[in-house]
Structure formats: structure tokens, C-alpha cells
């Protein structure tokens, strides 16, 4: 993403077949993937995008992802402490995060400390007991998500953006698959997702832009829950369902959607079309 970005002219909600609740919404949902988040410059273009937004009279709700690399990191953290690895395997994670607020003006330490210093009592546990329960897998791998949203919403408000952060996990709550909860039911849940008023209500009064972080929620047990790899799609188009936003906005570091990720396979091909179109 780039400072001289282009959009695409957007169709009225209406002239697509959307019913007036949706084609009329003020709420429109922003997806950033880690790529878009993990630079100074990014960030300026993001809030360039927002004040667009305001300025047409929308109600955005931004939803992103963690740093680039950090959900890898955090995973490779635990196979560390799980073979009682005693190196600072979480000094790049550290590192990452202090960069990126340094670039945006912020005092990370202070702002992050408390979270890092909860993730680096989290992995002591796993390496002094060599084994990491599902809980506690989930409570790690969610701490990227928080401490990136936290950047994030920290730059806005500098920029003299109206912003409130959110956390998803009072947001999004995960369903329950059976009468217990599956190891999968932590790692990969499923949300409802149908109109929610009261979440539309809730959204309304802190009138601001409302930043929240994708890929987690809460079981009916107050639980943290992940919603899969790339579950931050997948929790966008959740606030997008429930908000009846008049639509969700997939920002990434790619120009539209292709056969395979463009990234990692050359012969890839750039899908013009869908669904028969």
C-alpha cells in the first residue's frame, strides 16, 4: 500500500440488489492485512483513507491483523519453549513493535510493556512445564492482534482522528460446536453473525472510528478463541454482517485477487472474474 494509492469508484448498494438497511448504512467495515500495518507509511495512507470515509459520512470500523511475520513468530516461539530453548526468541517480536511505534511517533515501551511482559510469563510457563495447553496456545497467539490494534489506534488518535479501540473479544462471540469445548472450538471458532442491534447501538455511541482486531473472540465461557489462520477476513465479514455495513473493504499488499498467493507461487494468475461471471 502506497501513499499514491488509487481507489476504485464504489456502486451504490442499491444498483447491486443490496436491501435499503444495507444500500442506506452509514457503517462501512476496512480489513488491514499485516503487511498494511506494519509500516509509518502505511499507517499515513490508512488514515488518509479514513478521513475519506468521514468526510462522505461514514461510520468506518477498521479491523486488522498483526504485525507482518508475528503470528509466524509467536508460533515458532512456542516450539521453542516447548524444546526448553532458552534464547530471547521473543526479542524480534519486541524489536518489531518498537520499530514500528518509534517510526509512528510512539513511546512503545510504555505502551506495550504490560502486554509483553504477559507473554513472556506465558512462554516461561510452557518451557518450564514443556507442554502448552490449548488455552494457553490461544491466549499467545491473540496477543499480536492486541498489541498491533494498540499502535494503530495510538497513531490515529495523533493524527487528530476521532478513534476508539475495541476489543474484539467483547465483540465476537464464538458458538459452541457440542456440549464441551474441542480443541478445535479454541483454534478455529465459528461467530454468529446475524443484524445485531445491540452492537450497532453500542458502535453508535462511542461515534468515533472504531478500531478492533481480527482473528479472535470470546467463547460463551469468556474464554479467548482464535477464529483459524486468516480468521482476520473472516471476523470483518462478521462485524460487517452484524453492523449491515453497506460494505466491507479488503485492503491488502496484493492488486485483487489471484490463483495463488503472488508472494510464494510465480505462475500465478490474476482472477478477472468470479462465479461464472
Known sequence: ????????????????????????SRWVVMKFGGSSVSTAENWSTIARLLRSRLDAGLKPVVVHSALKGVSNALEKVLSAALAGDTNDALGVIRDQHYELAMALGLDGPAML?????????????????????????VR?????????????????????LPVSWLDARELLRGR???????????LSATCDFDPDK?????????????????????????????????GSDTSAAY???????????????????????????????????????
Open 1 to 24: 500500500m502506497s501513499t499514491t494509492i488509487t481507489e476504485a469508484a464504489f456502486d451504490n448498494g442499491d444498483s447491486l440488489g443490496a436491501p435499503p438497511e444495507i444500500a442506506e
Open 113 to 137: 510493556d504490560e502486554t509483553l511482559h504477559e507473554l513472556d510469563q506465558l512462554v516461561a510457563g510452557v518451557r518450564l512445564v514443556r507442554e502448552v495447553s490449548v488455552r494457553v496456545r
Open 140 to 160: 499467545i497467539m491473540a496477543l499480536g492482534e492486541l498489541m498491533a490494534t494498540r499502535l494503530g489506534a495510538a497513531y490515529l488518535a495523533s493524527q487528530s
Open 176 to 186: 459452541s460446536r457440542s456440549g464441551r469445548q474441542t480443541t478445535s472450538a479454541y
Open 198 to 230: 445491540a452492537l450497532q447501538s453500542l458502535l453508535s455511541t462511542e461515534n468515533k472510528i472504531v478500531i478492533t482486531q481480527g482473528f479472535i473472540a470470546r467463547n460463551k465461557n469468556g474464554e479467548t478463541v482464535l477464529l483459524g489462520r486468516g
Open 239 to 277: 462485524f460487517a454482517a452484524k453492523l449491515q455495513a453497506r460494505r466491507l473493504e479488503i485492503w491488502t499488499d496484493v492488486p485483487g485477487m489471484f490463483t495463488a498467493d503472488p508472494h510464494v507461487v510465480p505462475a500465478k494468475r490474476f482472477l478477472r472474474s468470479c462465479c461464472g461471471q
